[in-house]
């Protein structure tokens, strides 16, 4: 056969499930006459429940029947699709926290950084990254915007910096709300526990699972 890529020679390289596969000779890809694909999954609620509950990527596969690429795809494609609502509230109280977690392996360390309303309970913002000046702004910025009150934070040495001080507050037992939602947050992501193999492979795949516990558990009002 023609290289589909290239249209070069290609040779025969093996078999995948009675499949024979082929290989160009000069660019290497690998590929096949014909393919079998997976009809659509229309039931998106589902995956997104699944996600929800703390199935993991391989978990989903299982239990959809459809490849884990697959998975993998349809929750970049659902979180993309996303809006964001506009917040019209003012004068109200926030506070802001930090939930450490790892991409690609124990070493690298990453954080999801956000923000909700003390009242509510809705996220305003939220950041994926490293716990540094620039995305701890990006969620400080969008509380701002909206004429906070107070807001509350930790100890961190970041937030004097980023805060007025005459809203800003630093007092343990006014940050509980955002730390029980820390702990829900990590009982029901599988790749936010403290002790689990079950960690992202990458940033934006954590940042789509957050996206979409987030958003369509109603906690989000706005994503960074």
């Not at 590929?31 to 509950?53: A, G, P, W």
Request: net charge positive.
């Amino acid at each position: 056969m023609r290289c589909k890529y290239c249209n070069n020679k290609c040779v025969k390289k093996g078999k995948i499930n009675g499949k024979q596969r082929y290989q160009c000779k000069e660019c290497k890809r690998t590929q096949q006459l014909s393919y079998i694909y997976n009809k659509k999954v229309k039931d998106e609620k589902f995956l997104t429940m699944l996600n929800n509950e703390g199935v993991g990527i391989s978990s989903i596969s299982r239990l959809m029947n459809i490849p884990k690429t697959t998975v993998q795809r349809l929750i970049q494609k659902i979180s993309k699709e996303l809006k964001p609502c506009e917040i019209e509230e003012s004068d109200q109280l926030y506070e802001i926290d930090e939930i450490k977690t790892f991409v690609g392996n124990k070493k690298n360390e990453s954080w999801v950084i956000y923000g909700i309303n003390k009242l509510t309970g809705k996220a305003i913002s939220f950041c994926i990254g490293r716990r540094n000046k620039e995305n701890i702004k990006k969620v400080v910025d969008a509380i701002l915007n909206l004429n906070p009150q107070k807001i509350f934070t930790d100890g961190l040495n970041v937030y004097p910096g980023l805060i007025p001080k005459k809203i800003h507050r630093v007092f343990v037992y006014n940050t509980n709300k955002i730390e029980r939602f820390n702990l829900n947050f990590r009982t029901h992501l599988k790749r936010l526990c403290r002790k689990t193999i079950c960690f992202s492979r990458s940033e934006e795949m954590l940042y789509n699972c957050v996206n979409l516990y987030m958003t369509k558990n109603n906690n989000l009002v706005f994503g960074e």
